[in-house]
Every structure is written in C-alpha cells, then in structure tokens.
T-cell receptor
Framework: ETGVTQTPRHLVMGMTNKKSLKCEQH?????MYWYKQSAKKPLELMFV???????ENNSVPSRFSPECPNSSHLFLHLHTLQPEDSALYLC?????????????????FGPGTRLTVL | GEDVEQSLFLSVREGDSSVINCTYT??????LYWYKQEPGAGLQLLTY?????DMKQDQRLTVLLNKKDKHLSLRIADTQTGDSAIYFC?????????????FGQGTTLQVKP
C-alpha cells in the first residue's frame, strides 16, 4: 500500500540517542495511528490522532513522543529508549477513527520501521 | 476487556483450502477485517465484511461471520505458496468516544509445495 509511507525503514540506535520516525499518508485521511509490533506479542496500539488532535494514548512511556503537525504527517520522537523497545513500528491511517458506527474505518498501513535499540 | 483470539499456526499443502479462524469478545457494528503481513512488510488489507453480513466472497477468499458466536473465519481456496504470510483479524470497538481496532495475535500460514 503506497498510500502510507514510513521513513526510515530500518533504524539502529543507542539508548542515549534521540531519533524520529516519520509517517506520511497520501490518502486524504483524517485519522492516523502508531502501532508497535514485537515478536510474540499482539499488535499494540500506541497513539491515535484525529484531525491532528491526540485522542488515544495507550499508556505509552514518555520516552515515546508523538507529533502530528497536520492530517498527512505523523512523527514518533524517540529518546532514551531501552532494548525492549526494539520492534517494528507501524503507522496507519483511516478516513475516520475506527469503531464509529456510521463510517468506514478501514486502516491502511505503512511498511513499518524496524527499530533496534542497542 | 476486549479480546481477539486466533490460532498461531496453520500448515497446508499447495492447492488445498486454508481456513483461519478468529473469535472476539466485543465489536462495534461496523466492518471486521482480515489483514495479511508478508515478511519484512507492513499489514496489507486483504478483505473485510460488514457486520450485518454472514458471508462475503472475493475471488479465492471467503469470509464467514457468525455474530451470535462472535466467530470470524477466512477461507483461502486453492492455496498458493505466495499465500504464505501472517494473517490478522481485526475487530473495531468503541471505548467512550474513541474507536480503535483490536488485532488478534496473527496466524502464520505455511504453504508447502
């Protein structure tokens, strides 16, 4: 699905580094999401933004800081991460936030950023 | 709380049918989804079914929904080696004013030549 792009595709960082993940959607959607996918764990929703406003923070540690400057762009700022934060970080977007009874809420995913924390 | 369960692994021979099952505890009355993830890739929307339907067929894919038992299944006819991937079911739920998708753990489908 080329409608949602993520950069970088791979990132290796030390625990003291600061880095950012970028997501861009070209679908005209209003809602954007960050997910974490670890080995042997279900896909974990981290953050939800709707019209640039954060509507969900799923008890994510403060070392992960999201930013949504507009409906097309979503960032995840990383600092002082731990090795257990190594995972695939997936971005998704949908026309409207998922779960509403009156709208399609299909989420389209980017290819992900494979993050390794040393 | 909301929960979506899938079996973790399924192995079939090329040309056979594959059936991947999913059970859930709660959902909003919208769409239920199946996603496919190939190695090193993100999740690709495979198909979906509206919650007032029992069945949806899309070429080799058949989705069955039993709302009473909260059971969703994905059947792949004439399974090919290119179908080898992880398959996730996803169920939307509303929590207050916030909606979100709850994903199952994913079923790894292995297709043997």
């Amino acid at each position: 699905e080329t409608g949602v792009t993520q950069t970088p595709r791979h990132l290796v960082m030390g625990m003291t580094n600061k880095k950012s993940l970028k997501c861009e959607q070209h679908l005209g959607h209003n809602a954007m999401y960050w997910y974490k996918q670890s080995a042997k764990k279900p896909l974990e929703l981290m953050f939800v933004y709707n019209f640039k406003e954060q509507t969900e923070n799923n008890s994510v540690p403060s070392r992960f800081s999201p930013e949504c400057p507009n409906s097309s762009h979503l960032f995840l700022h990383l600092h002082t991460l731990q090795p257990e934060d190594s995972a695939l970080y997936l971005c998704a977007s949908s026309q409207e936030p998922s779960g509403r009874r009156t709208s399609t809420d299909t989420q389209y995913f980017g290819p992900g950023t494979r993050l390794t924390v040393l | 709380g909301e929960d979506v369960e899938q079996s973790l692994f399924l192995s079939v021979r090329e040309g056979d049918s594959s059936v991947i099952n999913c059970t859930y505890t709660d959902s909003s009355s919208t769409y239920l989804y199946w996603y496919k993830q190939e190695p090193g890739a993100g999740l690709q929307l495979l198909t979906y079914i509206f919650s007032n339907m029992d069945m949806k067929q899309d070429q080799r894919l058949t989705v069955l929904l039993n709302k009473k038992d909260k059971h969703l299944s994905l059947r792949i006819a004439d399974t090919q080696t290119g179908d080898s991937a992880i398959y996730f079911c996803a169920v939307p739920i509303m929590a207050g004013n916030t909606g979100k998708l709850i994903f199952g753990q994913g079923t790894t489908l292995q297709v043997k030549p």
